[in-house]
Structure formats: C-alpha cells, structure tokens
C-alpha cells in the first residue's frame, strides 16, 4: 500500500469490520432459528433476484457506486449534488417497474430459479419474493449514494451501513422467539415471512438514514432541472451497464449456481452459510484494498499518468494474493473448528456442520482468484474501460454453466449421469473458482492493451511462493490439530482456534518474509 491509503484505509477497515462482526452474528441467529430446514433453503431463492440487485447495484464497490466516484469525484458539491438527484430518479423508476414485474410474476420466478425444489419450498420462496420486492427500487438510491458519499472522501458510512440491515435481522428472530411463545400463530413474525420481512425493514432503515446524509452534505437537490448535466449523466449510465455485468460475473452466476443446486437438499442453506464465512473476511479485504484505490485511478486516469495506475496495480495485486493466500490456508486447517464455533447451536446440527465446513473449504480454494478478478475489474471501470470485462462477463457466464453441470456428473434427463465426476454440492463451487481463474488470466493479459503491462512472470513467481508457505503452514498446524483436537467444550474448541490462528499467522508471516515475497511492515505506520 502507498502513503494516499494511510488517512482512509483504517476508517474502512473499521466499518468493514464492524458490518462484518454484526453480519456474523445476525447468521449465528439464522443457523441456530433455522439451520438447513426448508425455510431457509427457500429464503435464499427468494433473495437472489433482490439480493443480485442490493450487493451489484446498491453495494459499495458495484457499477453505480463505481460510477458516480468516477463521474463525480471531478465535480464540486453543487454540480455533484445536482447529477445524482436526476440520476437517482431515473434509476429509482426503472427499478420501481422491474419490483412491480416481479411481484406479479414471483412464482414463475421461482420455478424458473429452482425447478427441483420440493412444492412447500417454492410456496414459501414466492411469499418471501412477494415482501422483498420493495428492496429493489430501494437498492438503486443506496448505490448512488454509497458512491456519492465515497466521492466526498465520506467513507465511514459507507462501510457501516449494512450493520442496520443485520441489527434488524436480530431484533426480529429475538422478537419472535418471545412474541410466538404466547401467539404461534401470528402472520405478521411467523418463521416463513421473518427473515423477508426482517431484511425489507433494515433495507429501508439504511435507505432512511443514507437520504439524511446526503442531504446534511448538500448532495440532495430536488430542486434541479433535468437540463443540466447531461454529458455527466451519459457517463455514468454507460459504465453502468457493461459494468453491471461484468462486476457482477459472482453474482450473475449465483443464478445457475442456484439453479444447479436445487437438486440437492439443503444445498442453498449450505451454500449461504459456507459463503458467508468466506465474505466475511474477503469484504474487509476488498473495501480496505480496492475502495481506495478507485478514486486515485480516476484522478490519474484524468491526468492520462498511465504508469502510476501500473504501479499501484501491481502493488495492489501482491498484497492481493498476500492475503488471500493466507486466508484460503487458514480456513482448510481450521474449518472444522470454525464451522463448529459459528453455527453448531439450536437447529444447525452435526449433519450441517459437516455439510458447511466441506462447502468452505471448497469457497476457500477460490479466495484469491475471487479477490484478483474483483481487483481487476474495478480496475477497468476506474479507468473507464468496460468493454472487455463486458464481453468476459458472457464468457464466464457460459463457462460457469458448462462446470457445473460436468461437475455434478453432467445429468441429462432420462440418460443419467454422462460425467464420471460427480462432486455434488462442492462441484458447483469449484465450477466458479475454475471461472474466475480462467476470467483473471484473461483480464490480466488484456491489460497490455490498455498500455498497463504487468511483470506477469515476476508476479506468478512470487504467487508461487506464497503459496508454498501457506501449504508448508497448514501442514504444519494440521499436523498439531491432530494431536491437541480433544477438547470437547466450546471454551476449549475456541482457545484451540486462537492459538492455532496465532501460530498459522506467524509461521505465514516469517516464511514469506524469508521467501522475500512479503512487503508488509508490522511496526510502521506507513503501508
């Protein structure tokens, strides 16, 4: 990291970790309300479509959030405030009329989402799709502000803002806990609409408190005329769409995950919680590496200072893989121990903790390749040049539907299994880490056209040499696992995940700095 990041990148952190603690327990209150029941097999079908447009559209790091720093970030508050206000009420309507499109098509929806789900899981799904449609008019202003705030350097509330969502979450599987021990039968916190219901009112809650502070900057004008600005507006609407895609290649293709996973019972409550542990971490990761980056790439594309962005670029990929590396090593010693710790409570058994904890290892192999593609990507749009990330995005698409059916054992209805790898569950996420990998490589090499080149084999060798220490440390730690893996409480199971996590980071540490790959300086301020 260079000195520019020093003055945002603890405030980021901060946040992030606070969004990401509180995210941790609101999913320690699922798994224990609803393990991998039925429930929440079917929430998360209903989730996708306004989930897909909550964390692409109104998220930090996605194509509105991305746009309006580029575009705004030039402009003074006034001008600034002006642009969003009459593009916010444009993307508001047009998401109004897609929310009203789904509302009365739920149930077609979710047959196309989900065709082998049991008929008491789609029922469920389309009553929970019915509730959440409201989030998707919601999303379209959260992203712009996201981005409008982070292009007034206002990070802080940026990176908070999901904690509101979570808090609510909480709140309501608390209320009803108490409330359905006196009125089991109340509609309103019964355990099929709670987590929909619970996820609108934090949705709104954040919507809320977003207009406040746009407004308090002076980024709201409602005032304004629709004349003025419209280069700006043009702007920021064509790197919307390609960048739609092309940042959201994760989450398109969250769809055919899903689609893929219906055949199996519990596999999208099992995939929600293995990719939750996952986020966690690699959220902290991306908005503390690659949010302040975004800004510092628009200024020097401004300023046509090509080598700066190949610079930091660079600099940015090594701490990428740094810490990736080291988490993807972490989390296949220790999986046991974490799944253990996080969710084996209430409803979420021992049949679920194995479940889980073989689905994270599978999304921990993906770490790095999740976190470069994501780098690269912004990267593109930061310097307004979508069309190649636009076209992989199809690509990768293609590519995701093709491994995950050759990875379940390519079914054919009436014909079987024509693949002899049948991986199940696991297969669909090793289907997305063989696709972003194959996405990064091309998108890396693309980058020469752009005149940034990259010391590719420098950077493959020193990859290399993370990645032996990880396997050297995780050896290592397994190897002691083994021997000390008797504690039967969870103080125990949590004092031997401490320890162990203490001893993996200073065996990664001291290797990679022998190893010369590791920049990272524990006692200096400036990174």
Same mark, same amino acid.
């Given at each position: ?6 003055? !945002? ?107 082998? =789900? ?120 064509? =790197? ?12 398109? !293709? ?103 904890? !073989? ?86 090499? !693309? ?63 001291? =290797? ?16």
């Amino acid at each position: 990291m260079h000195s520019f990041l020093k003055n !945002n990148v603890l405030s980021i952190s901060f946040g992030t970790s606070l969004s990401k603690l509180a995210g941790c327990i609101r999913q320690i209150f699922i798994a224990a309300a609803f393990g991998v029941g039925v429930t929440y097999d079917a929430f998360n079908y209903a989730y996708i479509i306004p989930g897909f447009l909550l964390i692409i559209i109104g998220g930090i790091n996605g194509p509105l959030h991305n746009a309006v720093v580029a575009v705004l970030t030039p402009l003074n508050k006034k001008n600034g405030g002006i642009v969003l206000t009459q593009v916010s009420i444009k993307v508001s309507i047009l998401l109004f009329g897609l929310a009203i499109l789904i509302y009365f098509n739920s149930s077609l929806i979710i047959e196309l989402l989900a065709p082998n =789900l049991s008929y008491e899981a789609k029922s469920i799904a389309t009553y929970q799709l019915r509730i959440l449609t409201p989030c998707i008019p919601l999303s379209g202003f959260i992203g712009l502000s996201f981005g409008a705030l982070n292009s007034q350097r206002k990070f802080f509330l940026s990176t908070i803002s999901p904690v509101i969502t979570s808090v609510t979450i909480i709140f309501f599987i608390l209320f009803s806990w108490l409330f359905n021990q006196e009125n089991i039968s109340s509609n309103f916190l019964n355990q099929t609409g709670l987590l929909a219901f619970a996820t609108l009112t934090g949705t709104f809650i954040q919507f809320v408190v977003q207009i406040w502070e746009i407004n308090k900057i002076g980024l709201l004008r409602l005032g304004s005329t629709f004349q003025f600005f419209k280069d700006e507006q043009r702007r920021i609407f064509k =790197l919307i769409i390609p960048a739609s895609l092309s940042s959201g290649l994760s989450q398109i !293709n969250v769809f055919i995950d899903m689609f893929f996973a219906s055949s199996f019972q519990g596999a999208a409550s099992g995939l929600a919680y293995g990719n939750f542990l996952i986020q966690a971490p690699l959220g902290i990761l991306s908005n503390s590496l690659i949010l302040p980056l975004l800004p510092k790439f628009s200024k020097l594309k401004s300023n046509e200072d090509t080598r700066s962005i190949q610079k930091k670029l660079i600099s940015g990929i090594e701490y990428c893989f740094l810490t990736t590396i080291f988490l993807t090593g972490f989390f296949i010693t220790f999986n046991n121990q974490i799944v253990q710790l996080v969710f084996q409570r209430g409803a979420f058994d021992k049949l679920a903790t194995l479940q889980v904890k !073989n689905i994270l290892i599978a999304y921990a192999i993906g770490i790095p390749f999740y976190l470069f593609r994501d780098l690269l990507v912004r990267t593109y749009y930061s310097i307004e040049k979508t069309k190649f990330p636009f076209k992989l995005s199809f690509a990768g698409i293609i590519f995701n539907i093709f491994f995950d059916w050759f990875l379940i054992g390519a079914p054919i209805k009436n014909f079987g299994n024509l693949s002899p790898y049948n991986f199940g569950v696991v297969g669909i996420i090793l289907s997305s880490v063989i696709v972003n990998l194959i996405v990064s490589i091309l998108l890396s090499l !693309n980058l020469r056209n752009e005149d940034i080149h990259l010391p590719n084999f420098d950077l493959l060798k020193k990859i290399t040499l993370m990645a032996i220490s990880a396997f050297i440390d995780s050896n290592f730690c397994f190897s002691i696992l083994k021997t000390t893996n008797k504690f039967n409480s969870m103080l125990g199971e949590f004092l031997l995940l401490v320890f162990g996590s203490l001893i993996f980071f200073a065996i990664y540490y001291l =290797l990679t700095k022998w190893l010369k790959v590791n920049k990272f300086k524990v006692y200096k301020t400036k990174i």
